[in-house]
C-alpha cells in the first residue's frame, strides 16, 4: 500500500494558508510604503509598521498594482488605518491598521521661559521628534519666533508650538486663503475660508471655497494653508 497520494494531499492542504497569506502581505507592505511616501518630506524620517491582518482572510492574488489610501479628513496620528484595493473588476479591499512614526527635527525649550519673553538662539535646541504625538503642532525654525513673545511659560524640554508664540498672526479666521493639496507628488491649489486663526505651523480647519467641504489644513505661510491628509 502506498501513501503517496496522501502525503502529497497533506501537502496541498498546508500549502494553501501561505499562498492565501502572500496577498495579505503585499497589502501590509502596501500600506507600510504609501504611508512612508506621502510623510517623507523635508528630511522626514518616517517608521510604518503594519499590524497583523486576521489570518482567516482569504484573499485572491491580483494581477496588478494594489493602490493605497487614507479616507479623506484622516488626521496624522500615531495608528493609522490605510485602505489597500485591489484595482480591478471584482477586486478586494482591504483596511489595513498602522503603527506610524513620522520624526522632524523640531524646537525644544533649553531653559525656563516666561511668558512675554522673547525666544532667542540659545533659549532652544533641536531635536528629532515624532510629530504624529504633537497634536498641537511645532516649531521648527527659529525665524518663526523672531520679533515674538511667549504667550505661556513653559518648560525645559517642552516642544515650542505656534500657539505659544504671541504676536503677529499669518492666517486669522475669515480670512480667504490659498489651499494647497498635496498628493502623489502632484500639487493642487484652490481658494478657501479660514474658520481659525494661527501662524505658520498651526493647524486650523478652513472651507474649500469649490466644494464647501471643512478639512483640517496647516499654515505655511501668511494667506497659506496646507491640506492635511
Known amino acids: 500500500m502506498t501513501h503517496r497520494p496522501l502525503v502529497a ?79 480591478v473588476a471584482d477586486g478586494w479591499t482591504l483596511r489595513v491598521p498602522v503603527q506610524l512614526q513620522v520624526f522632524h527635527q523640531v524646537l525644544v525649550i533649553a531653559r525656563p521661559l516666561q511668558r512675554g519673553d522673547g525666544v532667542r538662539p540659545d533659549d532652544v535646541r533641536s531635536e528629532e521628534r515624532d510629530v504624529t504625538r504633537l497634536g498641537y503642532g511645532y516649531v521648527s525654525d527659529l525665524g518663526e ?34 489651499l494647497v493639496s498635496r498628493l502623489d507628488g502632484i ?18 480647519r478652513v472651507r474649500n471655497g469649490s466644494s464647501g467641504k471643512v478639512i483640517d489644513a496647516m499654515v505655511t505661510a501668511p494667506g497659506e494653508v496646507l491640506a492635511l491628509p
Request: proline letters at 6%.
Open 9 to 87: 494531499l497533506l501537502l496541498c492542504v498546508f500549502a494553501l494558508p501561505a499562498f492565501a497569506a502572500e496577498p495579505a502581505q503585499a497589502a501590509r507592505a502596501t500600506a507600510e510604503q504609501w504611508l512612508r511616501d506621502q510623510y517623507a518630506t523635508h528630511g522626514a524620517r518616517v517608521v510604518a509598521q503594519a499590524g497583523t491582518l486576521d489570518p482567516r482572510l482569504q484573499l485572491a492574488p491580483c494581477p496588478t498594482a494594489l493602490s493605497a489610501g487614507l479616507q479623506e479628513g484622516t488626521r496624522l496620528m500615531p495608528r493609522m488605518n490605510v485602505t489597500v484595493r485591489c484595482p
Open 145 to 178: 519666533a523672531e520679533g515674538r513673545t511667549l504667550s505661556r511659560a513653559m518648560a525645559v524640554g517642552s516642544v515650542l508650538t505656534p500657539a505659544a508664540l504671541g504676536g503677529r498672526t499669518a492666517v486669522k479666521a475669515g480670512d480667504q486663503v490659498q
Open 187 to 204: 500639487e493642487v491649489r484652490a481658494s478657501g475660508v479660514a474658520l481659525g486663526s494661527g501662524d505658520s505651523g498651526s493647524r486650523l
